[in-house]
């Protein structure tokens, strides 16, 4: 199978087309861009003279304005509500890395990836703000880099509108200063589909899908074997490319040594840790998630268990018409065999590989969780628009204002969300102000539920005897409590566990109703 541009520049793996046939118009819906731009009223030039390259001009920055205008609305509408506090998931992966605090249970389902990529940042400074503004910078780098192996594959406009359907996501744009996996894993889903369609008629492109494989790996072990298999699966049915096998199993293989060496050290085999990873997810069997899934289209960040109602149900619709548009682009890719079915039908197999243990074997759902789906669908439902729009110019329009009603709907959700967000972890850091004004100080022990996030924030460790994060017994809180300040929090008015039944409630302001009972004080050993 031979990929070609469409972008009017040399194609991979295709000799440079005579300069006649290169200014010759393209013919009707045979590619994102003509070979040459035409003049702006949209005529064939007149013979002898060669259009103006303004549109081509153009469209080569469009990526790169994408890439910025993401930059800008995380810096300006997400980071600063966002810019003192962590999330939940946030404080696990930034305390593994932190040298100011005891790291907190690091439970089955999770990789070492998210910890890696802020190593850098939490051995300058424990700045919250620091931290948002870099992974905001990264992200939106990254964005431009994945999307631009792209370009001659499908042509710079698909490419910078592929990018902008992907970042103007309310969800894109929440989790790109966050640090949490799965914007990366859909970025380095992005980059591998790329890198591996080019491969057969590029030198480096191999190691380039091995590298991004690994790194999908090491941020997110099992989600890389789901990319990976339809990768190997056109690597086998398709000749011309089962040189690149070695890549596609080297790469995971290399990215998850990490994960298999930890399956080994604390659960006792890959096996026993898928098991326990199951468990943690509730139980992976084969189970219908939509309904879920649309629920928790626009909100809440985490649906376990997944009880809300739609938040604005008539902002899902861009949802709803995904897989239709899908089915369009694979529908034109078959028609254009040779150009357009690679580059149709590989990122769609992915994104729906990849969205099989989350629509399919999970009982809960969360918006992030279809990031990789949605980045790599972007793609060919960007290839179905620019057709659209290039058939008239009514179509044009009408596609530019369907465009601007899914961002406008999209900024709408945006601020609802950074807004529930903001306050969630402001309680997590109230309740954190609470349990230092009661006197504790590393090394300190915070229990119950919400421990984790708050423990980070108050600067102490952090367990669990029960639920998905259970790290402990009772009988060791009782005695690490015997050496140091230890305090077990409960909400909602809710008693606290038997062994802290004699410990000395105090109401935590700022918390909306959570208490945190704390133990009898003790001479340190």
């Given at each position: 199978m031979t990929i070609h541009a469409t972008d009017g520049t040399t194609g991979v793996g295709r000799r440079p087309a005579p300069v006649a046939q290169r200014l010759a118009p393209a013919a009707p819906g045979r590619s994102d861009h003509r070979p040459a731009p035409l003049p702006r009223a949209g005529r064939p030039a007149p013979p002898g003279r060669v259009p103006p390259q303004w549109p081509d001009r153009r469209a080569q920055f469009a990526l790169a304005a994408v890439a910025i205008a993401y930059a800008l609305v995380q810096l300006v509408l997400v980071v600063p509500h966002l810019a003192h506090d962590l999330g939940w998931d946030e404080t696990v992966y930034v305390s593994q890395v932190d040298p100011r605090t005891p790291a907190a249970y690091f439970?089955?389902?999770?990789?070492?990836?998210?910890?890696?990529?802020?190593?850098?940042?939490?051995?300058?400074?424990?700045?919250?703000?620091?931290?948002?503004?870099?992974?905001?910078?990264?992200?939106?780098?990254?964005?431009?880099?994945?999307?631009?192996?792209?370009?001659?594959?499908?042509?710079?406009?698909?490419t910078a509108l592929a990018a902008l359907l992907f970042a103007g996501l309310w969800i894109t744009e929440?989790?790109?200063?966050?640090?949490?996996?799965?914007?990366?894993?859909?970025?380095?889903?992005?980059?591998?589909?790329?890198?591996?369609?080019?491969?057969?008629?590029?030198?480096?492109?191999?190691?380039?899908?091995?590298?991004?494989?690994?790194?999908?790996?090491?941020?997110?072990?099992?989600?890389?074997?789901?990319?990976?298999?339809?990768?190997?699966?056109?690597?086998?049915?398709?000749?011309?490319?089962?040189?690149?096998?070695?890549?596609?199993?080297?790469?995971?293989?290399?990215?998850?040594?990490?994960?298999?060496?930890?399956?080994?050290?604390?659960?006792?085999?890959?096996?026993?840790?898928?098991?326990?990873?199951?468990?943690?997810?509730?139980?992976?069997?084969?189970?219908?998630n939509f309904y879920n899934a649309w629920r928790s289209l626009n909100g809440p960040e985490l649906c376990r268990p997944c009880t809300v109602q739609p938040h604005?149900?008539?902002?899902?619709?861009?949802?709803?018409?995904?897989?239709?548009?899908?089915?369009?682009?694979?529908?034109?890719?078959?028609?254009?065999?040779?150009?357009?079915?690679?580059?149709?039908?590989?990122?769609?197999?992915?994104?729906?590989?990849?969205?099989?243990?989350?629509?399919?074997?999970?009982?809960?759902?969360?918006?992030?969780?279809?990031?990789?789906?949605?980045?790599?669908?972007?793609?060919?439902?960007?290839?179905?628009?620019?057709?659209?729009?290039?058939?008239g110019r009514p179509l044009a329009l009408?596609?530019?204002?369907?465009?601007?009603?899914?961002?406008?709907?999209?900024?709408?959700?945006?601020?609802?969300?950074?807004?529930?967000?903001?306050?969630?972890?402001?309680?997590?850091?109230?309740a954190a102000d609470g349990l230092r004004a009661l006197g504790l100080r590393a090394p300190c022990l915070v229990a119950g539920p919400h421990a984790l996030p708050v423990g980070y924030d108050a600067g102490c460790a952090s367990a669990e005897t029960s639920g998905n994060n259970r790290s402990t017994t009772a009988g060791s809180i009782v005695q690490r409590a015997e050496r140091e300040p230890t305090a077990v929090l409960t909400a909602g008015g809710g008693r606290p566990p038997h062994y802290a039944r004699d410990w000395r409630p105090y109401k935590l302001p700022g918390t909306h109703g959570w208490t945190a009972w704390r133990a009898p004080r003790t001479t340190p050993s």
């Open positions: 439970s089955a389902p999770r990789s070492r990836g998210t910890s890696v990529l802020v190593a850098p940042v939490l051995a300058l400074t424990d700045s919250v703000l620091a931290l948002r503004v870099t992974l905001a910078l990264l992200s939106a780098a990254a964005l431009y880099a994945v999307y631009r192996i792209w370009r001659p594959l499908t042509g710079r406009t698909t929440l989790s790109g200063p966050e640090a949490m996996p799965n914007l990366w894993v859909a970025l380095g889903a992005v980059a591998a589909t790329g890198w591996f369609l080019r491969a057969p008629a590029e030198p480096y492109a191999g190691w380039w899908t091995a590298a991004c494989l690994a790194a999908v790996a090491l941020v997110r072990a099992p989600d890389a074997g789901w990319l990976a298999l339809p990768l190997l699966a056109t690597a086998l049915l398709v000749r011309s490319r089962r040189r690149v096998l070695p890549y596609l199993l080297a790469g995971p293989a290399v990215g998850a040594a990490e994960w298999v060496a930890e399956a080994y050290v604390r659960f006792g085999g890959i096996g026993q840790r898928l098991q326990v990873s199951g468990a943690t997810e509730g139980g992976m069997r084969p189970h219908l604005h149900p008539e902002l899902t619709l861009w949802w709803l018409a995904l897989p239709l548009l899908a089915a369009v682009a694979l529908a034109l890719g078959l028609r254009d065999r040779e150009r357009g079915c690679a580059r149709t039908a590989v990122p769609a197999a992915a994104a729906v590989f990849l969205s099989v243990p989350y629509l399919l074997l999970l009982g809960y759902s969360a918006p992030r969780f279809l990031l990789p789906a949605y980045a790599l669908l972007a793609l060919p439902v960007a290839g179905v628009l620019v057709r659209v729009a290039r058939a009408a596609v530019g204002l369907v465009l601007a009603l899914q961002l406008a709907s999209q900024y709408v959700v945006l601020r609802h969300e950074v807004a529930n967000v903001a306050a969630t972890d402001q309680r997590y850091r109230a």
